[in-house]
């Protein structure tokens, strides 16, 4: 797919390093190092480094946050949910982004988006914290005009539209989720809001999505750690590179 979006600015691509962090703890050590694929996504041009502290630490552990923003200048999106807890390791180590997620202990991965319509009042003053220490806020929300009016109203100025139902959607049902994100994506626009995009994404479902002109970043993590186990980090990010490209 080529020029769907010829006059779209280039289409950020941070890449979601968690996985490297769970083969790591699969055996308790400190090898492969999250660390590692930090510098490698940063020497083949990804744009950012995303990483998200669970609450039971499955994956990225606290003091993986530092490190990686030690190791690389490359801007990081820290997932979090919005608890205390993790707003107060937010303002400790002032990442660039805050992209707030729901999290449920049981979950395999973050299955749905923020209700940010229904969770104002909690969602209020852990924005205002991030938001005072100049942490830019994103929300992570699934594609409906309720959630975008509802993250207006909480001020933030960045939206992460949930891209899972679209992956995993075959045919026509596909292309409703396809319309939906990119409904979504200009409504946020229009309103001021930065529109982004993540959750399942693989070469094959990507071009569809960085097709969408409004749409500035995408976050990408548990394929591309996936394909680096055959083809190297480098390579699969480069190759995600490329494919977004193509798409704009
Ligand atoms: N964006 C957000 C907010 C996420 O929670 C995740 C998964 O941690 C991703 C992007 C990346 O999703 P995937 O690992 O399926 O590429």
């Keep these: 797919m080529t020029g769907a979006a010829a006059s779209a600015p280039r289409l950020r691509l941070g890449v979601n390093i968690d996985h490297v962090a769970t083969v790591r ?24 480094i995303t990483a998200h502290l669970r609450e039971d630490r499955r994956h990225i552990r606290d003091e993986d946050i530092a490190r990686i923003q030690a190791a690389t200048s490359l801007p990081l999106n820290f ?17 660039h982004a805050a992209c707030i997620v729901p999290e449920r202990r049981e979950e395999r991965t973050t299955e749905g988006g923020l209700d940010a319509a229904g969770q104002h009042n909690r969602l209020a003053p852990a ?6 220490a100049g942490i830019r806020v994103s929300l992570f929300i699934a594609p409906e005009p309720r959630q975008i009016e509802a993250a207006l109203r909480l001020g ?6 949930h891209t899972g139902e679209y992956a995993h959607a075959t045919g026509e049902a596909r292309a409703i989720e396809l319309k939906r994100i990119a409904d979504m994506a ?7 809001i930065e529109p982004h995009a993540g959750h399942g994404l693989t070469y094959d479902n990507v071009q569809a999505i960085a097709a969408i002109p409004q749409l500035a970043e995408l976050n990408i993590g548990h394929y591309l750690i996936g394909e680096a186990i055959f083809t190297g980090l480098a390579d699969a990010v480069r190759r995600m590179r490329d494919l977004m490209d193509a798409a704009r």
């Excluded at 933030?156 to 539209?161: C, D, F, N, Y």
């Excluded at 200009?186 to 001021?192: I, M, Q, S, T």
């Design 25 to 48: 703890n699969a055996r308790g050590g400190d090898h492969p190092d999250p660390v590692r694929a930090a510098e490698i996504v940063a020497s083949v041009g990804g744009d950012g």
């Design 79 to 95: 997932e979090m949910a919005a608890t205390d807890e993790m707003v107060a390791i937010a303002l400790r180590h002032r990442p």
């Design 127 to 132: 924005i205002a914290r991030l938001s005072d």
């Design 156 to 161: 933030a100025p960045v939206v992460e539209l």
């Design 186 to 192: 200009a409504l946020a626009a229009r309103n001021g």
